[in-house]
């Protein structure tokens, strides 16, 4: 039994002196039949609303007060039944709503549409962090947004703080 | 370790080695090259971070010390040259090998296999404060710790862990960590069949319970075990499935297993996102006779009558949806009353209120990033990794092994002006111990596929990966890992 032991952490000395090794896996390729804008339009804003600001009498969150990375999660738990193991979903009704909506041809990237969410609704504009070598924030572009006397526009990208 | 199990896994190994017509010195050649090959592959950050990335000027403050923290502190230690590092961390034993809860619950180790002390593995040049931060003000690049002081960064990397609030199960007290002080929990859990594996003291108490419970079973009488799992993320996901198997291991090692009835009481509806996982694992306990109910919350225990209340909740048909042009689907839920001999808790988990309600907190409490850069969505000098970092299905050692090789060369490029080009993949690991000798290795990432690091069939038991949690993990990790290097 000593052997192995000695097998196996010799195994374990000689990782100390390599790195780690591998490229990024970017998933599978998915393409989506409509935009995040439009499934917005032509279904979510039923429920959540023109802007973002949910409906409380339908039990629908707003979906105005969270960036964009915050809503990615949620979208991503919407959409895969729960982030854990065996601990369920924070969103057992939508859950089965989006298997139909997706049914429907209303299926979106987590990602695509919580960056289309907080970019056309989000409210509590603080200060975006900043994307290297992106464009800065954009000003809303839906028509919606623009009017929407609550929306305060994102701060665009600050510089990188202490250098 | 007790000579039964050692005997009892040599046979084992034996007994496959023969069956794949192999010497015993071949197969510790491949379990060996195999734990390599983990340690090193897998589908995240590129190891590309060298010493000429650029360094960091300026005071870099990580929060919390355990695994994540100390690897980190570590690494940055490894690359920059003469950095500044300040780590803030209230417990002395906080990078205890937190993975061996679960066989020291199953009376596999003793505590002091896992018990390490953060001192002996403090990176030369880093300051440890024993303190613990109270108030984060990161508009101003500063914090406040318990003590009353301040301390201001350049660069604050947040690592702290998870709270278990046991505190939220009505009959039970304390909001604790995994090996700080626990007093509170422990006046109810840890005695009358009531245990909890996710703090260290637990699992010393867990064993004895189980012990117990086996000796009831042994001793003819007709007992009940029963295993949660709340509707809280939580860490290692697995944990609470793998001291079930364990406990039906032991019951079958003392040839008691038919006076038991063991059934795990879930909050979701299924054993793993992952579907391959998901069928292997229902396969695994119906092959011993192991019991499950979805959609049960624990919220109650009466440690007098040896009950657990569940919340039960399901879907029912609501009225047509005109929105949705289909019938909506409302909640319904009641509460059910278990008894129980043998409870074993996972309890829910939360952010420490000091971090969820701080400005680098968020609604659901865990840290805010951008799940592949691990930055912070608000503040671009502030990253935040393992269990207190929001991303999904992290919460274990393994993903931390991904995370925090990203968050060092991110924080460089960051500090240099340059995009941040490091990207977790959402990588974690679970090695599911399905009994005394058999692990399935379970990997995967955000694709919700499996991932595995070698070219088996990852829905297998195998002998070789229970070597692996069981020899190679640990080392790795302690030595490996916390050295920034593995």
Known sequence: ????????????????????????????????????????????????????????????PALNDRQSQELELDLYDVKNGGLNQSSGTDHDVMEHNMQKLIQKGYDYDPKAMAEFLEKSFYKN??????????????????????????????APAEEAKPQ | MEHKELDRMVEIIDHEIKKQGISRRDAMKMAAAGSAAFMMGGTSASAATTAHAGDVKGKILIVGGGL???????????TLSNPDITVVEPTDTSVSYQPGQTLVGAGLWQKSDITYQTKDFVPSGVKMIKDKVVEFNPDNNKVKLASGKEIAYDFMIVAAGVMLDFGKINGLEGVITSSGENSSARKIVGKNGISSIYFADGAVDTWANMQKFIEDAKGGKKVKGVFTHPNTPIKCGGAPKKIMYLTDARLREAGARENADLTFYPNGSKMFGVTEYHNAITRQFEDRNMQWNYRHNLISVDSAKKTATFNRHWKEKGPWDED??????????????????????????????????SPIGSAKGWVPVTKETLQHIKYPNVFSLGDIAAVPMGKTGGSARKQYKVVVENLISQANGKELKSKYAGYTVCPLITSIGTVMLAEFNWTKKPTPSFPFDPTQERWMWWLLKYYALKPMTVYGMLSGRA
């Open chain 1, 1 to 60: 039994m000593k052997k192995i032991n000695i097998a196996i952490l010799s195994a374990a000395t000689a990782l100390f002196l390599v790195g780690c090794g591998g490229t990024p896996d970017a998933g599978e390729a998915i393409s989506y039949s409509k935009t995040p804008k439009e499934v917005y339009d032509q279904s979510c804003k039923k429920c959540h609303g023109d802007k973002g600001e949910g409906n409380v009498k339908k039990k629908s």
């Open chain 1, 125 to 154: 504009g603080v200060k975006a962090a900043p994307k290297v070598e992106e464009t800065p924030a954009e000003v809303p572009t839906t028509t919606e947004t623009a009017t929407d006397a609550n929306a305060t526009v994102a």
């Open chain 2, 68 to 78: 994540a923290g100390i690897s980190t502190a570590a690494r940055l230690t490894n």
């Open chain 2, 324 to 357: 949705l042009e289909e019938y909506s689907i409302v909640m319904n839920s009641k509460e059910v009353e278990v008894p129980y001999d043998f409870l074993h808790i996972t309890p829910p988990m939360k952010a420490p209120d000091e971090i969820a309600k």
